[in-house]
């Protein structure tokens, strides 16, 4: 109402929309459009334009998410995750059945991951689950194992798809939230001891194969330049060569001779730099980042304490995709196949990310709302 | 509880602070990992890239031709279509080697080849399927490739070697680099599909000079190896054209006049050194050798007795008998003897407690210096080293050019003995005795010297110019400087040396029949077994009695006119016996030489001759190919994988074998003689 722009000239629904976020997500979305054009080689009917109607479809959807009042998500916080489990189940059944690893559930029109679902829905469940718990029972065993529970079952079967990047962020979106809830800090250092132990022994004994060979390989690119360490070699050298300016749009040879494998998905942030140079990895960082300190100012400002751990925990939930990707993308981090969001081709990260953006602009909304009261 | 909703309150804010803290710290990690990549590792990645993308491929040069003194090609290239294996493209061995047999028409025998090089690949270089395609095979391979991969059809040049096998020694043949070598140089020319380099005589020796600058093609590929576009093309630069000092029409008179002899002439200018012609005969055809030998004819040629596979010219070492009895004379003249003075001959010389055998078993008589060499009497010879001592000869044999190494484009050279006193010192730790200097004064015992020395003593002596043999016509060649000796001496060697053609001496069948040039020449013949006392008594065996091995040697040197020489020669016919007289040294010099002077004639008196041993070496070696493929029963064994190494062994061995029959024992018995001349 106390718009600049006053309230005949725009309808007041619209001019409350939050339109500085909405702007940056645009901008990081359409920038990802030309990068997958690029990828094309400049076929926009393969990738960029399918993945251009998805996102703007998406973008309509967490707009309408915006307009649900925060209490709506903290009362289906928990049945979601519920539902959401029960999917897991399910496609872990389908798979056993039809022989052979599935990860989502063909509902006709979508095929819906069950477990990308599970990365917003876990950190709404604990935001919950810790708004719900006395504040006394913080620093007691009850406020650790009913979450350790509900992190862990996901997570578990995740990983039985197999599927480490998704199963990794579901843990961390968890234990953020966790963090946030004020559960000691000792467990936090006590865990990553007990990680830096585990690390090793799981390496050796839980993952599979491809799995175990991406992390050695992580280790030590050059050991197999043409094996498991081609796609980190390629992505070092399409970021690489692309120096401060990069080669110009459409010139990437990496991405265009296919020496990048799955430039348009997973390294597609290598194709982008080849291009856009350093200039345009710093822009998609900066853009995140202000991105991401939006998301956790809304978790700052809330005033229900689901509202903040929530707004804070979809907020990491975000980061951690972009800041895996990144990492591994440059060689920091094992290949775990987690796309990098609005920029990679495909419509479940996309989705993800902008139903975490729209639950964050719900509670920003009712932040604004309650401050103007 | 609302004291405790508070501290949540706070503590979620601090948390949230922290986390926020993190993020920001993770974000400057990631944007200094981009700035460290783009930036400071700018320049490794963008080589990188640009070697992912850019894939230079070579076009062999074309090699430098190699012609005669006239311009005359030796060697040279011809458009040629060949099909290549790429043995890292390959997906199933068997199945391609099953495929290209039938399309490629492929015999038994190339395709056990084949097996044995895909045995050997390594991966990175291409295996020559076939080479010289017609066009129709090369279309039938062409149009298959998509179901054959790893096979790589290319047009490009061959070497090719007009005279085949009347060059074989003299220039030597081409062949694809060696894993060896590829794995020193790095350079990526030499596995370059097509690519050949010299593998022995001057081809090998002047292959900087004849290889040329590879042309190159630069092309965008994708990762898959699909070429999008080319980029840039360079075209080779060819080899230089390398003239010689040969002339074509000689050698190849020369290679066909050798018949079906184990032999070889060397032709020299006595002027200025040019070498004219230089056969060994029989020899490999280069034109097989570089198109990769087959295995039967590999071993056909290692098992020849005539071994194909040395260059008898430089690798040959003979004693040379007789042929240094004028250089002999010349020795003496210069040590004051006079040419008049005689020596009485009665078939056999005593020194000490052995009898030294004249080949004249009643003896010449009374022979002065003339006839001495004109009769080649071996007791006048005996008699003179007997008292002056080997060491006064050897210093003019060394002036003559023998026992030295001469500067010609050749790897491996053999250059023999030339001994005296302090050699046999050095080399046996005894002294030197009167039969050592009565066995060297007719060319026996330690003495061994190759057929180019022979031919450069006898140029030497014709003209008394200190000549070198040279090989290349680079520049301006210019008569050889004097070496000082007495012109008069000259003048009565040629006088001694027109004797044994034209006077009554033993080489009468040598004369030419062009009117005002006379030849003038020496015979010689070297023993290659010892004649025992017991055999002596009985009658010696005859050469025709004896196995091909045990033959004497024949040999024969010569210049002409005999007056004011300008060629001189030599011939050297392992184990020809005299057995033939038609392909015995002296006719056989008299038609090289009358090529020299009169060109029709020359041809005619070949064309007369060649049907009565089967026809020129082309057709005699087809045959030999024909008659052992014939008798080979067996697969034969793989040819060795250097096949460059193991023909110079084949050349050391013969070399050896030669100096132990020749030089061994026969010095000792003093039984030696000459037995027919």
Same mark, same amino acid.
Request: include cysteine; proline fraction near 6%; hydrophobic fraction near 45%.
């Given at each position: 109402?106390?718009?600049?722009?006053?309230?005949?000239l725009?309808?007041?629904?619209?001019?409350?929309?939050?339109?500085?976020?909405?702007?940056?997500?645009?901008?990081?979305?359409?920038f990802?459009?030309?990068v997958?054009?690029?990828?094309?080689?400049?076929?926009?009917?393969?990738?960029?334009?399918?993945?251009?109607i998805?996102?703007?479809?998406?973008?309509?959807?967490?707009?309408?998410?915006?307009?649900?009042?925060?209490?709506?998500?903290?009362?289906?916080?928990?049945?979601?995750?519920?539902?959401?489990?029960?999917?897991?189940?399910?496609?872990?059944?389908?798979?056993?059945? =039809?022989?052979?690893?599935?990860?989502w559930?063909?509902?006709?029109?979508?095929?819906?991951?069950?477990?990308?679902?599970?990365?917003?829905?876990?950190?709404?469940?604990? =935001?919950r689950?810790?708004?719900?718990?006395?504040?006394?029972?913080?620093?007691?065993?009850?406020?650790?194992?009913?979450?350790?529970?509900?992190i862990?079952v996901?997570?578990?079967?995740?990983?039985l798809?197999?599927?480490?990047?998704?199963?990794?962020?579901i843990?961390?979106?968890?234990?953020?939230?966790?963090?946030?809830?004020?559960?000691?800090?000792?467990?936090?250092?006590g865990?990553?001891?007990?990680?830096?132990?585990?690390?090793?022994?799981?390496?050796?004994?839980? &993952?599979?194969?491809y799995?175990?060979?991406?992390?050695?390989?992580?280790?030590?690119p050059e050991?197999?330049?043409?094996?498991?360490?081609?796609?980190?070699?390629?992505?070092?050298?399409?970021?690489?060569?692309?120096?401060i300016?990069?080669?110009?749009? &459409?010139?990437?040879?990496?991405?265009?001779?296919?020496?990048?494998?799955?430039g348009?998905?997973?390294?597609?942030?290598?194709?982008?730099?080849?291009?856009?140079?350093?200039?345009?990895? &710093?822009?998609?960082?900066?853009?995140?980042?202000?991105?991401?300190?939006?998301?956790?100012?809304?978790?700052?400002? +809330?005033?229900?304490?689901?509202?903040?751990?929530a +707004?804070a925990?979809?907020?990491?939930?975000?980061?951690?995709?972009?800041?895996?990707?990144?990492a591994?993308?440059?060689?920091?981090a094992?290949?775990v196949?987690?796309?990098?969001?609005?920029?990679?081709f495909?419509?479940?990260?996309?989705?993800?990310?902008?139903?975490?953006?729209?639950? &964050?602009?719900?509670?920003?909304?009712?932040?604004?709302?309650?401050?103007?009261? | 509880?609302?004291?405790?909703?508070?501290?949540?309150?706070y @503590?979620f @804010?601090?948390?949230?602070?922290?986390?926020?803290?993190?993020?920001?710290?993770?974000?400057?990690?990631?944007?200094?990992?981009?700035?460290y990549?783009?930036?400071?590792?700018?320049?490794?990645?963008?080589?990188l890239?640009?070697?992912?993308?850019?894939?230079?491929?070579?076009t062999p040069?074309?090699?430098?031709?190699?012609?005669?003194?006239?311009?005359?090609?030796?060697?040279?290239?011809?458009?040629?279509?060949?099909?290549?294996?790429?043995?890292?493209?390959?997906?199933?061995?068997?199945?391609?080697?099953?495929?290209?047999?039938?399309?490629l028409?492929?015999?038994?025998?190339?395709?056990?080849?084949?097996?044995?090089d895909?045995?050997?690949?390594?991966?990175f270089?291409?295996?020559?399927?076939?080479?010289?395609?017609?066009?129709?095979?090369?279309?039938?391979?062409?149009?298959?490739?998509?179901?054959?991969?790893? %096979?790589?059809?290319?047009?490009?040049?061959?070497?090719?070697?007009?005279?085949?096998?009347?060059?074989?020694?003299?220039?030597?043949?081409?062949?694809?680099?060696?894993?060896?070598?590829?794995?020193r140089?790095?350079?990526?020319?030499?596995?370059?599909p097509?690519?050949?380099?010299?593998?022995?005589?001057?081809?090998?020796t002047?292959?900087?000079?004849?290889?040329?600058?590879?042309?190159?093609k630069?092309?965008?590929?994708?990762?898959?190896?699909?070429?999008?576009?080319?980029?840039?093309?360079r075209?080779?630069?060819?080899?230089?054209?390398?003239?010689?000092?040969?002339?074509?029409?000689?050698?190849?008179?020369?290679?066909r006049?050798?018949?079906?002899?184990?032999?070889?002439?060397?032709?020299?200018?006595?002027?200025?050194?040019?070498?004219?012609?230089?056969?060994?005969?029989?020899?490999?055809?280069?034109?097989?050798?570089?198109?990769?030998?087959?295995?039967?004819?590999?071993?056909?040629l290692s098992?020849?007795? /005539?071994?194909?596979?040395?260059?008898?010219?430089?690798?040959?070492?003979?004693?040379?008998?007789?042929?240094?009895k004028?250089?002999?004379?010349?020795a003496l003249?210069?040590?004051?003897?006079?040419?008049?003075?005689?020596?009485?001959?009665?078939?056999?010389?005593?020194?000490?407690?052995?009898?030294?055998?004249?080949?004249?078993?009643?003896?010449?008589?009374?022979?002065?210096?003339?006839?001495?060499?004109?009769?080649?009497?071996d007791?006048?010879?005996?008699?003179?080293?007997?008292?002056?001592?080997?060491?006064?000869?050897?210093?003019?044999?060394?002036?003559?050019?023998?026992?030295?190494?001469?500067?010609?484009?050749?790897?491996?050279?053999?250059?023999?003995?030339?001994?005296?006193?302090?050699?046999?010192?050095?080399?046996?730790?005894?002294?030197?005795?009167?039969?050592d200097?009565?066995?060297?004064?007719?060319?026996?015992?330690?003495?061994?010297?190759?057929?180019?020395q022979?031919?450069?003593?006898t140029?030497?002596?014709?003209?008394?110019?200190a000549?070198?043999?040279?090989?290349?016509?680079?520049?301006?060649?210019?008569?050889?400087?004097s070496?000082?000796?007495?012109?008069?001496?000259?003048?009565?060697?040629?006088?001694?040396?027109?004797? %044994?053609?034209?006077?009554?001496?033993?080489?009468?069948?040598?004369?030419?029949?062009?009117?005002?040039?006379?030849?003038?020449?020496?015979?010689?013949?070297?023993?290659?077994?010892?004649?025992? $006392?017991?055999?002596?008594?009985?009658?010696?065996?005859?050469?025709?009695?004896?196995?091909?091995?045990?033959?004497?040697?024949?040999?024969?040197?010569?210049?002409?006119?005999?007056?004011?020489?300008?060629?001189a020669?030599?011939i050297?016919?392992? /184990? /020809?016996? /005299?057995?033939?007289?038609?392909?015995?040294?002296?006719?056989?010099?008299?038609?090289?030489?009358?090529?020299?002077?009169?060109?029709?004639?020359?041809?005619? $008196?070949?064309?007369?001759?060649?049907?009565?041993?089967?026809?020129?070496?082309?057709?005699?070696?087809?045959?030999?190919?024909?008659?052992?493929?014939?008798?080979?029963?067996?697969?034969?064994?793989?040819?060795?994988e250097?096949?460059?190494?193991?023909?110079?062994?084949?050349a050391?061995?013969?070399?050896?074998? $030669?100096?132990?029959?020749?030089?061994?024992?026969?010095?000792?018995?003093?039984?030696?003689?000459?037995?027919?001349?």
């Amino acid at each position: 109402m106390n718009n600049t722009l006053g309230p005949g000239l725009v309808p007041s629904p619209i001019a409350q929309l939050p339109w500085r976020i909405i702007l940056l997500v645009v901008a990081i979305g359409v920038f990802g459009l030309l990068v997958l054009y690029s990828a094309a080689s400049g076929d926009i009917r393969k990738w960029a334009m399918p993945q251009g109607i998805r996102f703007f479809a998406f973008l309509a959807m967490a707009i309408v998410l915006s307009r649900i009042p925060e209490s709506f998500w903290a009362m289906g916080a928990l049945p979601g995750y519920v539902a959401i489990l029960v999917m897991l189940i399910g496609v872990e059944l389908l798979g056993a059945v =039809a022989g052979g690893s599935q990860r989502w559930l063909d509902l006709g029109i979508i095929r819906l991951q069950p477990s990308e679902l599970m990365k917003p829905a876990i950190v709404l469940a604990l =935001a919950r689950f810790y708004e719900v718990l006395p504040a006394g029972e913080i620093r007691r065993f009850a406020a650790i194992w009913p979450a350790a529970v509900m992190i862990g079952v996901p997570a578990a079967l995740v990983m039985l798809q197999p599927d480490l990047g998704t199963a990794l962020m579901i843990v961390a979106g968890g234990i953020t939230v966790m963090f946030l809830a004020g559960v000691p800090l000792r467990l936090f250092i006590g865990g990553a001891l007990a990680i830096a132990v585990a690390v090793p022994l799981i390496v050796n004994f839980v &993952l599979h194969d491809y799995q175990r060979n991406r992390v050695l390989t992580f280790l030590n690119p050059e050991a197999d330049p043409l094996g498991t360490g081609y796609h980190i070699s390629q992505s070092k050298i399409a970021i690489g060569s692309g120096g401060i300016f990069g080669k110009g749009f &459409l010139n990437g040879t990496q991405s265009h001779l296919d020496y990048l494998p799955e430039g348009h998905t997973d390294f597609a942030l290598a194709t982008m730099m080849e291009e856009w140079g350093l200039m345009g990895g &710093l822009f998609v960082i900066i853009a995140y980042l202000m991105l991401i300190r939006w998301g956790i100012g809304v978790g700052v400002r +809330a005033q229900s304490r689901f509202a903040r751990l929530a +707004a804070a925990g979809l907020s990491t939930t975000i980061f951690f995709y972009v800041a895996i990707n990144m990492a591994m993308v440059m060689g920091l981090a094992p290949v775990v196949g987690i796309p990098l969001p609005l920029i990679s081709f495909g419509g479940t990260a996309q989705m993800t990310v902008l139903i975490c953006i729209g639950i &964050l602009m719900s509670i920003d909304r009712q932040n604004r709302r309650i401050t103007r009261w | 509880m609302r004291i405790t909703e508070a501290a949540q309150s706070y @503590s979620f @804010s601090r948390r949230a602070m922290m986390l926020g803290g993190i993020q920001g710290a993770v974000g400057l990690v990631l944007a200094g990992r981009m700035a460290y990549l783009s930036v400071f590792e700018n320049e490794r990645y963008r080589l990188l890239a640009e070697s992912n993308r850019i894939n230079l491929s070579l076009t062999p040069p074309r090699r430098g031709w190699i012609v005669d003194r006239n311009g005359k090609p030796l060697a040279i290239n011809r458009t040629a279509f060949r099909v290549d294996l790429i043995p890292d493209r390959i997906e199933d061995k068997a199945k391609l080697v099953g495929q290209l047999r039938d399309v490629l028409a492929l015999t038994p025998e190339e395709v056990a080849r084949l097996e044995t090089d895909l045995k050997r690949s390594r991966g990175f270089q291409p295996i020559p399927v076939v080479e010289n395609l017609d066009w129709e095979r090369y279309a039938a391979v062409s149009v298959r490739l998509p179901d054959m991969p790893g %096979v790589s059809p290319t047009q490009g040049f061959a070497r090719y070697y007009p005279l085949g096998a009347g060059v074989g020694h003299l220039l030597g043949y081409v062949g694809v680099a060696s894993q060896a070598q590829y794995q020193r140089d790095k350079d990526p020319l030499l596995i370059a599909p097509g690519f050949k380099l010299g593998k022995d005589g001057v081809e090998k020796t002047l292959e900087d000079r004849l290889r040329g600058v590879p042309g190159a093609k630069r092309v965008e590929v994708t990762a898959r190896g699909k070429v999008v576009r080319e980029l840039e093309t360079r075209a080779d630069r060819p080899g230089e054209t390398v003239k010689l000092t040969i002339d074509a029409g000689l050698q190849e008179y020369v290679a066909r006049r050798l018949a079906d002899n184990s032999g070889s002439v060397v032709v020299l200018d006595c002027i200025n050194g040019d070498v004219l012609a230089m056969v060994s005969m029989p020899a490999y055809d280069p034109n097989s050798f570089s198109d990769g030998i087959s295995q039967s004819e590999w071993k056909m040629l290692s098992e020849d007795d /005539h071994v194909p596979l040395m260059n008898k010219v430089l690798q040959g070492l003979y004693p040379p008998g007789s042929t240094v009895k004028p250089m002999h004379a010349l020795a003496l003249l210069q040590n004051g003897i006079s040419p008049s003075q005689t020596v009485h001959c009665g078939g056999s010389l005593r020194v000490g407690n052995r009898n030294f055998h004249c080949h004249k078993r009643g003896g010449h008589g009374a022979v002065d210096m003339t006839r001495a060499v004109a009769q080649s009497c071996d007791v006048y010879f005996y008699s003179m080293a007997r008292d002056l001592g080997y060491d006064t000869f050897a210093k003019t044999v060394r002036q003559m050019g023998l026992g030295a190494r001469y500067d010609l484009p050749y790897a491996s050279q053999s250059f023999g003995t030339v001994p005296d006193s302090a050699w046999k010192l050095k080399k046996y730790k005894q002294k030197w005795t009167v039969a050592d200097s009565v066995n060297a004064s007719i060319g026996q015992g330690y003495v061994l010297v190759n057929p180019m020395q022979l031919a450069v003593m006898t140029a030497r002596m014709a003209q008394g110019r200190a000549i070198v043999p040279r090989l290349l016509l680079d520049g301006p060649h210019n008569p050889a400087p004097s070496l000082g000796i007495d012109p008069e001496h000259i003048q009565k060697v040629r006088e001694t040396m027109w004797a %044994v053609v034209n006077g009554g001496g033993t080489a009468g069948r040598a004369r030419l029949d062009i009117p005002g040039v006379e030849m003038a020449g020496k015979t010689g013949t070297a023993q290659v077994r010892a004649i025992t $006392a017991a055999e002596r008594a009985r009658g010696v065996l005859s050469n025709n009695q004896l196995p091909f091995k045990l033959r004497d040697h024949t040999l024969f040197v010569c210049f002409a006119p005999a007056d004011n020489p300008r060629y001189a020669m030599s011939i050297v016919l392992e /184990h /020809h016996g /005299h057995v033939n007289a038609i392909t015995d040294v002296a006719p056989t010099a008299k038609d090289i030489m009358t090529y020299l002077f009169d060109r029709e004639k020359a041809i005619a $008196a070949l064309a007369a001759l060649e049907p009565t041993w089967g026809g020129d070496y082309k057709t005699r070696a087809a045959k030999q190919a024909a008659d052992f493929r014939a008798t080979q029963a067996a697969p034969p064994p793989p040819v060795p994988e250097d096949a460059e190494a193991a023909a110079s062994n084949v050349a050391a061995s013969e070399a050896a074998n $030669a100096t132990a029959t020749a030089g061994g024992d026969v010095a000792e018995t003093g039984s030696r003689g000459e037995p027919s001349e």
